[in-house]
Each structure stands twice: as structure tokens, then as C-alpha cells.
């Protein structure tokens, strides 16, 4: 098989995975580049997808609510109305409850995924793993939680596997 038959066979494969990703509710992006920490080129990422928790949403809107109206009451900028609901001492606990909660729901409220997409006739070796790794690694991070993933057609040999588990890459 020619490279250009070989490339035009992995875009395709690439497409087959991000429209299994969409059905799924993530929402992907093809051929998605980043920088890195201490590579001068920029990576090349096969699918960047992302999905939104929705429950983890509403947390972190309920906790900057939370902070909001703590505030504007402890201040007395609330109308007289909403005064009554808050009392002193509830006040500061939604304040407390708002600031630790909140960060971790708007971290937890959206999931990115990296994923490296390999349409090879033979198996999977660890050299990929390493690789995919030290790039993921390398590659400029959003807020929120990050994952790395390789999906391939083709098998993984025991070392790729053994790799992949030590250094958290999901196998597919």
C-alpha cells in the first residue's frame, strides 16, 4: 500500500471514530494542534473531543449563585425580600460551601480527550504508547479533566498494554 493510500485509509478511519464520539455526546474535533511545554512544532492530535457533565454544570452555576448572594447580602444588597431568606448565619456557609465546591465542579463539569487513532496491520507496541504519552504530556492543557486515549484496529502487544495502564493511556 502506498503512504498516500495509507494516509487517505487513516483519515477515513480517523472520521469512522469521531462519528461514533458524536452519537455518544462528545463533541470532536479532527486534526486539532497544540502547543507544547518543550517541543518547538506543535502536536498533531488525530481527534480532540469534548463532553459537558451537565450535572456537574448546574453544581458549579449553583455555587457561583451561592457566592453571588452571600455577598450581596452580607453587604445588604439584596432587596428586602430576599434579605429575610438569607440569615447571618447561613451567609457565610454558602460562601464557604460556593468557594470549595465551585472549582471542583467547573473542573469536573467538562472532559477533554485526546485521542490517537491507528488503522495498522500490525499490533501496537509500547514505542506508540511512549510517544503518545510524552506528547499528551507535553501538549498545553484547558481547564478541566484530560484524557488520552489510542484507538486502533489492530491488537496491543503485552508490553503496549502494560505501558498503557502505568501511564493511564486507554486502550481501544
Known amino acids: 500500500m502506498s503512504g498516500e493510500e495509507s494516509r487517505t485509509k487513516g483519515k477515513l478511519f480517523e472520521q469512522q471514530v469521531a462519528r461514533f464520539l458524536e452519537k455518544r455526546g462528545w463533541t470532536p474535533t479532527l486534526g486539532r494542534h497544540f502547543d507544547g511545554k518543550i517541543a518547538v512544532r ?34 445588604n444588597l439584596l432587596p428586602v425580600e430576599l434579605q429575610e431568606l438569607f440569615s447571618r448565619e ?3 456557609w454558602g460562601i464557604v460551601v460556593g468557594l470549595m465546591l465551585g472549582p471542583l465542579a467547573t473542573k469536573k463539569s467538562t472532559k477533554y480527550v485526546w485521542i490517537e487513532c491507528k488503522n495498522l496491520q ?25 484524557e488520552c486515549w489510542l484507538v486502533s484496529t489492530s491488537r496491543f502487544d503485552e508490553d503496549a498494554i502494560a505501558h498503557a495502564k502505568a501511564h493511564k493511556v486507554t486502550c481501544y
Not at 450535572?55 to 449553583?62: P, Q, R, S
Not at 506508540?128 to 504519552?133: E, G, R, T, V, Y
Open 42 to 75: 506543535k502536536h498533531d492530535c488525530d481527534i480532540f473531543a469534548r463532553k459537558r457533565s451537565i450535572g456537574w454544570t448546574l453544581v458549579a452555576i449553583v455555587c457561583l449563585l451561592l457566592v453571588g448572594a452571600g455577598i450581596a447580602h452580607w453587604f
Open 90 to 92: 447561613v451567609t457565610p
Open 122 to 146: 500490525q499490533s501496537i507496541k509500547r514505542d506508540l504508547i511512549m510517544k503518545l504519552k510524552d506528547q499528551f504530556r507535553d501538549a498545553a492543557k484547558m481547564r478541566g479533566t484530560w
